[in-house]
């Protein structure tokens, strides 16, 4: 009976799998097709300023299921427990308002600051030619959902671990792609404030939350020479979140003291 409520849980994460089944489709066909067809397919379905400011608007789009990022089993299964952890929690519709409003939301406001850049004469014009195709901007903003989703008193080690994290990931690897995530992890954490209460925190949904984690730091912090300064600021990012989190209820305590307090007569 256990393994037949698997199977129907499962079952429920429509958009988990059927994205999945999508990505795997398109990677493996794009392999078959040979380097060249795959080169042509991430210069086609990129999102750079090249193809946006030509009206190839579809790519805000298109670009997520084109992915640029090695061989697949070595990221699709952190991916899909992400998702497949957000999806469990809030549902199928919450989890691509998630995803999309990072993946698009993000890709727009690096765009516009790398517009701003080119016309400043701060950076290249080679730039807009750049390749920028994956899941990783709708990915981040999904796992800024579910640090606004953990129980309330590990949340805000939670998000300011991340943010660290986020912050770090900007600092040392200095490119847009990292500006991109850091945005799509703040877009996430904004969105997920109007999803309402998450499910129960079973042991399945943690061990999930443990893969995700893990994955996620991963992408943020993409280079071996990052994890360090990612690690630190992480910790530093939660035990700040914490002390503020300390200090702002003992503020709020004092203050109903007072307020409640029997007057001198």
Not at 157 to 181: E, K, Q
């Amino acid at each position: 009976m256990s393994g037949w409520r698997r199977l129907r849980s499962l079952g429920r994460l429509r958009a988990t799998l059927l994205y999945g089944t999508i990505l795997v489709a398109v990677t493996s066909a794009l392999v078959a097709l040979g380097p060249q067809a795959q080169a042509r397919a991430v210069e086609r379905a990129s999102t750079n300023l090249h193809n946006l400011s030509h009206g190839h608007v579809g790519t805000l789009l298109g670009s997520a299921f084109v992915v640029d990022a090695g061989p697949i089993a070595l990221w699709l299964p952190g991916l899909l427990c992400l998702l497949g952890l957000g999806e469990s929690i809030w549902g199928s519709k919450q989890l691509i308002y998630a995803f999309v409003t990072g993946h698009v939301g993000a890709t727009l406001l690096v765009a516009i600051g790398l517009t701003t850049a080119v016309q400043s004469g701060w950076t290249s014009a080679d730039i807009t030619r750049a390749t920028d195709v994956g899941t990783s901007y709708g990915a981040t903003a999904v796992l800024g959902a579910l640090a606004v989703a953990v129980p309330g008193r590990w949340r805000a080690a939670v998000i300011g671990a991340w943010l660290g994290v986020g912050v770090a990931a900007v600092a040392v690897g200095r490119d847009f792609t990292d500006v991109g995530h850091g945005l799509a992890l703040l877009l996430g954490m904004a969105v997920a404030t109007r999803f309402g209460a998450p499910g129960a925190w079973t042991g399945w949904r943690l061990v999930l939350l443990g893969v995700a984690s893990w994955f996620g730091f991963l992408m943020l912090a993409g280079t071996v020479e990052a994890m360090a300064a990612a690690a630190a600021c992480g910790a530093t990012g939660a035990v700040v979140a914490c002390a503020l989190t300390a200090a702002r209820r003992a503020h709020l305590g004092a203050s109903h003291d007072r307020c409640g307090a029997t007057p001198r007569v």
